[in-house]
Each structure stands twice: as structure tokens, then as C-alpha cells.
């Protein structure tokens, strides 16, 4: 129910919202003692809480309603698999969009997405399990093609689009990081002449 104005929030109007049978259900399910809502019967609810619930209510209307209408995206997913050990060379070999997608939904992501800037690859390897096994699929912001914190990045390094983790050493140089022990790390030395590219910042990981 759309609220048209403040004035429409009565302590009826409020029983009816919140599904209550009586004042003190009405008090317990707001957090607030029965003996207000019985002044509230009487005197009114006063104009300040009005429009406190007034607000707190359309709020939650626009989120369903912008929620209703795009509740997943489509993410394109990139013509090459990202490696978590195994070694492909990216030399000669252009990574493209291609016309697959993945649909998936809005509430798996903490914050809002902008599925323009998000690619989506599958993993080769084991260097990264558990956090990511063989065929996981990882969904990565191209947006945020800098170091933008310690995090899983998707990255090409010595010929290799690989998924890593990402930290910044107190001397200021990147590690590149494999999850299993098993596996190689390392460090970025500045003389490396090697070529290095974040492609983006991992946003979701779907194992």
C-alpha cells in the first residue's frame, strides 16, 4: 500500500500494517511501550513520527520496487578461462567478450552493480582452492582495473590471465598470491620487466 501523505498514519493504520491484534502486539512488533501507542489512540500520532514512518515505509516501497524490476543481471562471460595454476598463454590469443551470458541475481552482491563494467570467467586450476575450485566461475568489475586494496583480482601476468589475490607489502610492492600452499606465489619486483595488468577486481565467486 502506497502512502499518500503523513496525515494517513494512524494507530489504526499502523495495527492494520503491521498485522496486529491489539495495542500491545502493535507495541512489541515497533519496539515501542503499549502505554504510547494508547496516547497515540487518543491524542494522535504525533507529526514527527509520522513522517519518521512515513519515510521508513516509502523507503522500503521504492526498494521493492526497484528490486521487482531488475532483480538479476546478465554478465557477459569472456571467451577464455582464467587460471588457478594451469599456464595459458595470452601472447597471441585475444580475450573477447563473448555472446554467452550468466544471469544472476542482484542479492548475491553487497553493494549495486553496474553489469556494463562486469565480465564473468571460468577457473582453470587448483591454486586457489578452497576459496576456488576447477570450473568455479568468478564475476570481476573491469571498472576497477587498479589495485584497489588487498582482494581477489583478475589479472594477466607473464603472458597469464590468472585470478590471484592481491596485497601491498609494507615496502609498497604488489604479492600475487596462491591460495594453496601447493602452489607458487610472488612478489613483484620493480626491475621485473614482465608484463602486469589488473583486469578487475573480483566482486562474486560462484563455486
Known amino acids: 500500500m502506497n502512502l499518500l501523505s503523513p496525515d494517513d498514519i494512524t494507530v489504526d493504520w499502523l495495527t492494520k500494517k503491521y498485522e496486529a491484534n491489539n495495542d500491545k502486539e502493535l507495541g ?9 501507542i494508547k496516547t497515540w489512540r487518543a491524542r494522535g500520532v504525533p ?13 522500503e516501497i521504492h526498494k521493492k520496487e ?9 554478465i557477459t562471460i569472456l571467451s577464455h578461462n582464467v587460471s588457478a595454476g594451469t599456464d595459458t598463454d595470452v601472447t597471441d590469443i585475444e580475450v573477447l567478450d563473448t555472446n554467452d551470458v ?9 553493494t549495486p552493480q553496474n553489469s556494463k563494467f562486469l565480465r564473468a570467467a571460468k577457473v582453470d ?3 586457489m582452492i578452497p576459496i576456488l575450485m576447477p570450473d568455479s566461475i568468478v564475476i570481476f568489475d573491469t ?7 588487498d582482494g581477489l583480482y583478475v589479472l594477466i601476468w607473464r603472458n597469464v590471465m590468472m585470478v590471484k589475490i592481491l596485497q601491498l607489502t609494507n615496502k609498497g610492492q604488489l604479492l600475487i598470491l596462491s591460495k594453496n600452499q601447493d602452489y607458487q606465489s610472488w612478489e613483484i619486483d620493480p626491475d621485473d620487466q614482465s608484463v602486469f595488468k589488473i583486469l578487475g577486481k573480483v566482486v562474486k565467486t560462484i563455486i
Not at 28 to 36: G, S
Not at 49 to 54: E, G, Q, R, Y
Not at 102 to 110: D, R
Open 143 to 149: 571498472h576497477k582495473n587498479v589495485f584497489a586494496g
Open 125 to 127: 586450476g587448483y591454486s
Open 102 to 110: 550468466i544471469t544472476v541475481s542482484l542479492n548475491l552482491f553487497k
Open 66 to 74: 526497484y528490486t521487482d524490476a531488475s532483480s538479476t543481471i546478465n
Open 28 to 36: 512489541d512488533k515497533m519496539t515501542c511501550p503499549v502505554n504510547t
Open 47 to 59: 507529526d514527527r513520527v509520522k513522517i519518521d514512518i512515513f519515510k521508513k515505509f516509502q523507503n
